[in-house]
């Protein structure tokens, strides 16, 4: 990680709360383990258990987790059946656990995000917290089914996403991110964002994205030169994962198809971008790290080749099909995986939506739905039994937990930022 970069990350992070929560994933987990140690409520004690090691612990809750939950990691996304669905965006700390482990991140997420956002009192944040978990118990007790499109979620600004995502063009997307030139031909342009590449570390990035490919079998695209690669740059993004390497690759996609389609000749003086950049697409090596919660060992039910083919496993289980372009390879002996980077993909973002009460509910009301119909999902491909919906006495341990490792957020966050002498 580049000093400037871990510069950046703390600066975020001190801006609030929530910033810091998302930037905090494994100080999360540490807090839950300090949360239950022995005594323990029995509510809790499976859960305890398998966070020391007992791999018998918790079988009836076994899930595939998102390891890294939280109100501004769902949005957006286009399923392999073209539709726009609401969903988990963010698998890099995805593993096989009880999921209890995503609902208590969740909710305390809930919790912070109310309190330091959205400016409710205690008991109208308690309120929304037990309204999550309501709606994420009556959700795991139905079958599993496929994320919702904006005709499924309720009006508010869940649905709004996801009717934006649809309006999104592809071709602002990428003049945003790699202009046209005067060649004709799209290039990124260094910023703050994006590092143009030469010399071996280009030549390294390539190697790997070629690899990449090889691994992607019925991800690929198959239209003849999709995978021509026009320009390559170090990208930076994200809160969490900022620091992580992370390559963006720009290809020919259907570009060519698309030209070769057109048969109106566009004058030289017309306002009109030359046909030869239509149909680029943009992917991404992302380097694959191991994951928040296994940061101290864990039970392990699944064995992966590394963490890049454990990221895709856990991203292919709790979303229900295996995105297009999803592949891994290895850069400097380092795993990366390789996704596509979508002008229809957008996240929740607290700052632009708001975070009043009526916001926050609309949007933990979705959220809760879509995180339990992916566990089920993912139960239902690890071949395990249905889930076991917690009880009256769970759900109020687990609601207390919360309660807690909410306010442990907020006191390491004070700690985090309180001024030196």
């Known amino acids: 990680m580049r000093p400037a970069l871990i510069a950046i990350k703390r600066e975020r992070m001190a801006t609030g709360a929530v910033p810091f929560f998302r930037a905090t994933a494994p100080l999360f987990f540490f807090r839950l383990r300090e949360e239950l140690a022995p005594p323990r409520p029995a509510p809790l004690e499976q859960l305890g258990r398998w966070l020391e090691g007992d791999a018998s612990a918790a079988q009836d809750r076994l899930s ?20 726009e669905r609401f969903g988990l965006n963010d698998f890099d700390d995805a593993l096989v656990a009880p999921l209890e482990v ?46 919702p499109g904006a005709e ?75 995978y021509k690669v026009l320009d390559v740059a170090a990208r930076t993004a994200g809160l969490g994962s900022l620091g992580v390497g992370r390559y963006a690759v720009l290809v020919e996609g259907k570009a060519a198809h698309v030209a ?17 950049s239509h149909g680029n697409v943009l992917l ?54 390789l996704r596509r980077l979508s002008h229809r993909e957008d996240r929740i ?31 239902q491909r690890l071949g395990l039994g249905p889930l076991a919906v917690p009880g009256a006495p769970e759900r109020e341990a687990w609601l207390l937990l919360a309660a807690r490792l909410a306010g442990k957020v907020e006191a390491d966050y004070l700690s985090f930022t309180f001024p030196s002498s």
């Open 284 to 337: 991404e090596l992302k380097e694959a790290k191991p994951a928040s919660l296994a940061r101290r060992a864990v039970p392990s039910s699944r064995t992966f080749a590394d963490e890049a083919e454990r990221v895709m496993d856990g991203q292919t289980a709790l979303r229900g099909e295996a995105a297009h372009h999803l592949g891994r390879t290895t850069l400097a002996g380092t795993p990366y995986y």
């Open 102 to 147: 995503d609902v208590l991140r969740l909710l305390a997420s809930c919790l912070v995000a109310a309190r330091s956002r959205g400016g409710l009192t205690g008991a109208e944040t308690g309120a929304l917290a037990r309204r999550t978990f309501e709606v994420y118990a009556r959700g795991l007790g139905s079958s599993p089914r496929p994320d």
């Open 64 to 83: 595939w987790c998102a390891g890294d939950v939280h109100l501004e990691n769902f949005g957006a996304y286009r399923a392999n059946d073209g539709e």
């Open 152 to 226: 499924e979620v309720e009006k508010g600004p869940v649905r709004d996403l996801l009717l934006g995502a649809t309006e999104k063009s592809r071709e602002d997307f990428l003049d945003k991110r790699a202009p046209i030139g005067k060649s004709g031909k799209r290039a990124f342009v260094s910023s703050d964002r994006y590092r143009l590449l030469e010399g071996p570390e280009r030549a390294n990035v390539l190697e790997a994205f070629s690899k990449a490919l090889t691994t992607l079998g019925e991800r690929a695209d198959p239209q003849p030169g999709f």
């Open 349 to 379: 973002d607290l700052e632009s939506m708001g975070a009043q009460a009526s916001v926050l509910a609309s949007i933990v009301d979705a959220e809760a739905r879509a995180l339990a119909s992916a566990h089920l999902r993912s139960r």
């Open 260 to 276: 070769q389609r057109e048969t109106t000749v566009i004058k030289a003086d017309e306002k009109h971008k030359p046909s030869g």
